[in-house]
């Protein structure tokens, strides 16, 4: 069975910190490893697809980092807003076909 | 360039009654995913398409749930007879290559009475 955790579940934030949170997933059979970001009311939106042990991907004020040998992923968000409030989805890509979703971080942030 | 359209985007049934549910990827995408949310749980992955054929639907819950593509083009999922632990909001995904982001529609939210 296939388990792809995030932590934490939820996360509050005040307004110009910055955050990170962890996806960890199993260490064989990486293909790929998604991160999305899910507003309310609204359907997930892809931050990075990353493929590479040590891959490095930024946007704007969001990184992400990997490490596929131990399993895990990071996600920062540098001075957050309150419009990086949502849920941050990483899913697991174990053989180009089917894609895991962790259950989120849900971050607020506190104006 | 139209995204990915989810019809229809609610619908509420008795249960025992059947739901079909419709997928319109983007334009070109080859690979299409289904995926269901119950109960406010996590995105849980139901099946994948290329083209037409299924790659992978080791996650269909059970016989009741039937998806098809044909022509490769929209796909439909339907759920027959429904029952009330069917009700949630199911996804669908598309995208071009692997791996690739997906692009996800609205969703279609089903209720089961």
Not at chain 1, 2 to 13: D, F, R, T
Not at chain 1, 61 to 89: C, F, M, V, W
């Amino acid at each position: 069975i296939l388990n792809v955790e995030q932590s934490p579940q939820s996360l509050h934030v005040q307004e110009g910190d910055s955050t990170n949170f962890t996806c960890s997933f199993p260490s064989s059979n990486f293909y790929a490893l998604h991160w999305y970001r899910w507003e309310t009311a609204k359907s997930p939106e892809a931050l990075f697809v990353m493929t590479l042990n040590g891959d490095e991907k930024k946007k704007g004020r969001i990184s992400a980092t990997l490490n596929t040998k131990e399993g895990y992923s990071y996600l920062y968000i540098k001075g957050s807003q309150p419009e990086d409030s949502a849920t941050y989805l990483c899913a697991f890509d174990s053989s180009a076909s089917k894609i895991i979703f962790g259950s989120g971080t849900r971050l607020s942030i506190r104006p | 360039e139209a995204g990915v359209t989810q019809f229809p985007s609610h619908s509420v049934i008795e249960k025992g009654q059947t739901v079909t549910l419709r997928c319109d990827p983007i334009s070109g995408h080859d690979n299409l995913y289904w995926y269901r949310r119950v109960m406010g749980k996590e995105i849980k992955f139901l099946l994948h398409f290329v083209k037409e054929s299924k790659q992978d639907e080791s996650g269909m819950p059970n016989n009741r749930f039937l998806a098809e593509r044909t022509g490769g083009t929209y796909s439909t999922l339907k759920v027959q007879p429904a029952e009330l632990e069917d009700s949630g909001v199911y996804f669908c995904a598309s995208t071009t290559g692997i791996p690739g982001e997906l692009f996800f529609g609205e969703g279609s939210r089903l209720t089961v009475l």
